[in-house]
């Protein structure tokens, strides 16, 4: 059982959307509000597809992981069913009716302007039968997940329920127990704690008064599903524990369509084999609207493999900006090694900033990638960020976006998938083992998902299972990373556990991964052996001391920003000559920051890390990459890890205390007054720390040259 899981917040829930509704509303049916939403083209030529609810345990976020890839080919309709969601909640059985439920649905299609749309359904009981054969004119094609109305419900296990055994008082245990049922593969934490706060937005007395006979009986199924003309897939999974999949083939049978059987699935594939879904969706699609545009054929260009330029793919995650700088690095070594390679690279703002001042190509697909940094920024609260649970929440971008990547791969004929902590082609890969095209390499300068105390005992379970599934990926398919390289060496892996049972992470990622030292991206040793002609080249003068600041490229750091730039009068004053350039970087507005007199406030600065070694003294987040590139250049500075955040204050704080780097600062304790006294006892310090080494780049680039 999941304790203590409170409903959705809409609001928090909405930040982590790969897809926002181009138009939304309501329908009025008897009085009874209906919410719905339309996602994607506006184009009245375009396909439609009609997303129908279940019953109303849940709402239409039920889709969440199909919405943002149908949209990009199609209009896309969804609706809160009666009782969840943003639709009312009558208090009479008359609006839970199936029969009601086609109503509700035709109101949407013609609130929209809709004529004709493939409709599809999960665990459907009902409705989506009488909507294709009391209206086929308006029902192009028909998808059913998991949908045997006319099945007996199977809630203990050994035998159908009665229905006198529902409760509503106990609907919380009940709302738990039964979705523990629909997602019974391992891992499913994630979709699980989703479904379990969608049913709590409703309660077991509006569950109550749905009518007795809204699920139609066999007789009446059979009789809807002859007849139905329009084409059907039916998608089951084998190893559902809530109704019988047995009863998909005889549905398949008397609709006349196909069945695709999901082994090892459960009940709810959409939401826990969500690629394989929406591949299913894609291709079905197609092939249904064949008067559609997106239907028609496309002129294609095919390349003996000889006659092919080696071409390689390279995606840059988006969290800041330094994995932009090493990329750009290694890929300079890559084309040393390969002067005739292509690189294309699918990565998304701020990197694309950073890519674009170099002259590297951007992939057109990277339009169409959800934005993962926008979506950090949202999970932040001041300066707190729980980075394992924001990347829990981003299930929806990262679904979106791995459709993206595998639109990229499937048209172009790239020799190598290079992936820096592209977290969802990795998952999704080892989920989805036969979409493997082509070489993939994967670079990560962490390897284990940590929890913080806040979390308690809840986030040490999830991610200690979290660690185990990427385990059993990694191990049950040890072909899907051609190279798996650690940006670091052996002794930056923290000395911790991936959960009880699970073992040392060091001791695991020396057996998996090859190192190749920290990448910095650019030579510190040329800009040290000249920093007094640097600092003139930059505009600061030999009598001037000068402190950077700068919190990375995501925009989580503006109230660090602020809180520094507010100390700025103290520092002042202990500091004499003391100059201090904020850096509010592509995602922050320098305006806002409300800096003082004597402040400079810049934005996006593509070649930062100069001003880094130029600097007297940083004050920074708590990144590695700016904290690294700081260590290399040989210069001080304070960090502040983000609160909650893993990454930072295990991972990152690790590496920096062996390199003896930077000064660790705690942003709850840092007054305006703390941080100006820090600064004046820290600018003359001399520096101490490890070197860094200057040929990681290179290593890395070795490494994987090898697979082109």
Not at 127 to 138: F, I, V
Not at 231 to 243: E, K, Q, S, T, Y
Not at 292 to 321: C, D, E, H, N
Not at 606 to 629: C, F, I, K, N, W
């Amino acid at each position: 059982m999941i304790a203590s899981i409170a409903p959705v917040d809409r609001r928090s829930a909405a930040a982590a959307r790969a897809a926002w509704p181009v138009a939304d509303g309501f329908v009025v049916r008897d009085g009874v509000r209906i919410a719905w939403e339309r996602f994607g083209s506006t184009d009245p030529a375009a396909p439609a597809v009609l997303l129908m609810p279940t019953w109303q345990i849940v709402h239409s976020r039920l889709w969440k992981l199909q919405v943002p890839d149908l949209a990009r080919h199609a209009t896309v309709l969804t609706f809160d069913p009666p009782g969840n969601g943003r639709s009312d909640r009558p208090q009479e059985a008359g609006p839970y009716d199936r029969r009601a439920w086609v109503d509700y649905a035709l109101a949407v299609l013609d609130a929209n302007n809709v004529e004709r749309a493939v409709v599809m359904a999960w665990c459907d009981e009902g409705q989506s039968l009488w909507l294709a054969a009391e209206h086929p004119q308006r029902v192009a094609g028909l998808v059913l997940f998991s949908a045997y109305p006319y099945a007996a419900l199977t809630l203990d296990g050994d035998g159908p329920a009665a229905a006198a055994e529902f409760d509503p008082t106990a609907w919380p245990a009940f709302v738990e127990d039964f979705f523990e049922r629909v997602f019974s593969e391992p891992h499913s934490s994630k979709p699980l704690e989703d479904a379990v706060g969608w049913g709590l937005e409703t309660d077991g007395p509006t569950i109550a008064l749905e009518a007795g006979d809204a699920v139609i009986d066999r007789t009446t199924a059979a009789e809807l599903a002859t007849r139905i003309r329009c084409p059907a897939l039916i998608v089951a999974g084998a190893d559902d524990r809530l109704c019988s999949s047995a009863d998909a083939e005889p549905l398949a049978r008397l609709l006349r369509g196909r069945l695709e059987l999901l082994a090892g699935s459960g009940h709810a594939p959409l939401l826990r084999q969500p690629i394989r879904s929406n591949l299913l969706l894609r291709a079905f699609l197609e092939t249904t609207m064949n008067g559609s545009t997106a239907a028609l054929p496309r002129q294609t260009t095919w390349t003996r493999a000889l006659a092919r330029k080696r071409r390689a793919l390279y995606l840059s995650s988006p969290i800041g900006l330094g994995h932009a700088m090493r990329d750009a690095a290694i890929a300079e070594e890559l084309r040393k090694l390969h002067p005739d390679l292509e690189i294309d690279w699918l990565a998304q703002h701020p990197v694309t900033a950073v890519l674009e001042t170099r002259g590297e190509r951007i992939h057109p697909l990277s339009a169409e990638l959800a934005s993962e940094s926008g979506h950090f920024a949202a999970e932040a609260s001041g300066h707190d960020l729980n980075a394992f649970q924001a990347i829990r929440r981003m299930d929806e971008i990262l679904v979106a976006n791995f459709m993206v990547f595998h639109d990229a791969v499937t048209e172009g004929e790239y020799d190598l998938v290079i992936g820096d902590e592209a977290w969802d082609v990795d998952h999704f890969l080892h989920e989805n083992p036969e979409l493997k095209r082509t070489a993939f390499a994967w670079m990560t300068d962490f390897v284990g998902w940590i929890p913080m105390p806040d979390g308690g005992e809840r986030e040490a379970f999830l991610t200690a299972d979290y660690n185990a599934e990427m385990i059993e990926h990694v191990e049950r398919f040890p072909r899907l990373r051609d190279r798996s390289i650690f940006v670091g060496n052996p002794d930056d892996i923290v000395p911790d556990d991936f959960g009880p049972g699970l073992g040392s992470i060091r001791d695991w990622t020396e057996r998996h991964f090859a190192f190749s030292g920290y990448i910095t991206g650019f030579d510190p040793a040329p800009l040290v052996a000249r920093r007094d002609e640097l600092r003139r080249e930059l505009g600061y003068r030999p009598d001037e001391r000068v402190v950077i600041v700068t919190v990375g490229g995501s925009g989580v750091g503006e109230t660090l920003l602020r809180r520094v730039v507010a100390a700025y009068p103290e520092a002042a004053r202990l500091v004499p000559g003391l100059r201090m350039i904020a850096v509010a970087g592509p995602r922050i507005d320098p305006a806002a920051l409300g800096a003082p007199a004597g402040v400079e406030v810049v934005g996006f600065v593509p070649d930062l890390y100069r001003h880094l070694v130029a600097s007297d003294l940083a004050v920074v987040q708590g990144g590695l990459t700016t904290t690294m590139e700081l260590a290399a250049a040989g210069r001080p500075f304070l960090y502040f890890p983000l609160a909650n955040h893993f990454e930072q204050r295990r991972h990152v704080r690790h590496r920096l205390e062996r390199y003896g780097a930077g000064r660790f600062m705690e942003y709850a304790d840092a007054t305006p007054e703390v941080i100006a006294a820090a600064i004046a006892e820290e600018i003359d310090r001399p520096v101490t720390s490890l070197p860094v080494e200057t040929d990681g780049a290179a290593k890395a680039a070795a490494m994987i040259a090898e697979l082109v």
